[in-house]
């Protein structure tokens, strides 16, 4: 569902296609398709600033987490 507003502003969208009835000329949709070929690719999953993560095993019991990275020495700042 669009208003007026946002109509006039996917008019001049490269990628907007809009449906009209043939006897009335009455708007029935607006088609958007992607325009870029990596759109819509997932990249990697997860988030690949998050510094822990879930790192349960045979050895390791139930909800431990470790770190991605090593941060180095205690008091070593970067």
């Known amino acids: 569902m669009a208003d007026a ?3 006039r502003q996917l008019e001049t969208a490269a ?11 009455k708007l029935l949709r607006i088609v958007l ?3 870029g070929e990596d759109y819509g690719r997932r990249g990697r999953a997860g988030n ?5 993560y ?4 045979a ?4 909800n431990v987490w470790a770190f991605k990275r090593q941060c180095g020495p205690a008091g070593e700042h970067r």
């Open 54 to 57: 879930r790192a349960e095993s």
């Open 48 to 52: 690949p600033q998050k510094d822990v």
């Open 5 to 7: 507003g946002r109509v």
């Open 59 to 62: 050895d390791n019991p139930l």
């Open 33 to 35: 398709s992607s325009l």
């Open 15 to 25: 990628n907007a296609d809009f449906v009209v009835e043939r006897r009335t000329g």
